[in-house]
């Protein structure tokens, strides 16, 4: 039974690897008679797998979808990312957080010991994504050896890629100039967090003696790792509100560090689909009022002029004298 268990398993996992199979190359494949995969076939479609066969010279099988989920087979990488997919779902607050934790439960209990364990090293948070945020590649055994250091209070020591364009003291943002050769770091890891489609350590440099933020798909970690340390309290105490606020332009708390409030002369109805986390107020006769922020009274001023019509501010005198350096840099690219 043990040997036709196992037959079937990595039937199934040939079936799962391509769309078609020769019948003749599944039993060449698993080294059995065209008659076993036959019977080995028919014992999946028991199971609950949907398999069609065709006949003739070229005949084959094909493993479609089905009515029902019958029982699935992942590889360790497979299994380790659909746990980590499970765990960010279960902490994204878009309704499907019971679910997502007792699927997770489900997976935990049915995986070896070794892919346990692994599992059991992730630590993290996620932050609410905004529409357009990317997600560049991090390998599983980064994220694996950055969380453990973050669970078990380690130093740990990465090489890092940065670029010459870095905000606050962090190595978040984007930048389209050309990656600086890897640089070694020391960091005490204080939080792994998903942010906007893309991961991120929370941690205190110890070559710089503050806190910074760091990409994970820039980081390559070194082993061993460094020894224990006394963990520091986080500014503001909470990572997640941490990173959103840093995500901001803010030091500590999670809001814009420039807001201000206009009169846009376009209906309510045709500004709020595009207003983002701003407030807007209907006044009548096809105006409203749109309180909205920015990391920079520039950056507000640009933004406030994607709605394509006249603008009256109400405060503050920054947001006004923005718009006056905005007009001025617009007027001198259109004489050049």
């Known amino acids: 039974m043990t ?25 060449e494949r698993l080294g059995i008679s065209g008659r076993t995969v036959r019977r080995d076939v028919d014992r999946l479609r028991a199971m609950g797998y949907n398999i069609n066969a065709s006949m003739g010279p070229d ?8 009515n029902e989920l019958p029982p699935l087979l992942f590889d360790d990488e497979q299994a380790i990312a659909l746990a980590i997919s499970l ?18 439960t489900t997976v935990r209990q049915v995986l070896p010991q070794r892919l346990r364990h692994r599992l059991d090293t992730m630590e993290f948070t996620t932050v609410a994504s905004r529409p357009g945020g990317g997600s560049p590649p991090v390998s599983p055994e980064v994220l694996i ?10 130093v740990l020591r990465f090489d890092y890629v940065t670029h010459s364009f870095d905000t606050h003291g962090s190595d978040y943002r984007s930048s389209d100039t050309a990656p600086e050769p890897p640089s070694p770091r020391l960091v005490e890891p ?17 070559d710089h003696d503050q806190w910074r933020i760091f990409r994970a798909d820039r980081m390559t970690p070194r082993t061993p790792s460094g020894p224990r340390f006394v963990r520091r309290e986080i ?24 807001i201000g409030k206009v009169v846009l002369h376009r209906p309510a109805g045709h500004v709020l689909p595009f207003a983002g986390d701003g407030i807007v107020e209907d006044l009548g006769t ?25 603008i009256d501010v109400l405060y503050p005198q920054q947001l006004t004298d923005a718009f006056a350096q905005l007009a001025a840099r617009n007027s001198a690219t259109a004489h050049r």
């Open 3 to 27: 040997g036709t268990t196992s037959r079937l398993l990595d039937l199934l996992s040939l079936l799962q690897a391509r769309r078609d199979w020769p019948g003749s190359l599944l039993a």
């Open 59 to 66: 005949g084959g099988y094909r493993l479609e979808a089905g």
């Open 87 to 104: 765990h960010a779902a279960a902490i994204t607050g878009v309704g499907i957080e019971e679910a997502a934790t007792r699927a997770l």
């Open 145 to 154: 050896a950055v969380s453990t250091a973050v669970r078990t209070a380690h």
């Open 190 to 206: 204080h939080h792994l967090v998903m942010s906007h489609g893309s991961w991120y350590l929370v941690g205190w440099d110890l």
């Open 235 to 258: 500014p503001g105490g909470d990572p997640e509100q941490y990173v959103a606020a840093r995500f901001k332009g803010s030091e500590l708390l999670d809001r814009w560090p420039c």
């Open 286 to 310: 096809g105006r409203c009022t749109l309180e909205l922020g920015s990391w920079s009274w520039v950056a507000l001023a640009a933004s406030l002029n994607l709605f394509d019509t006249d």
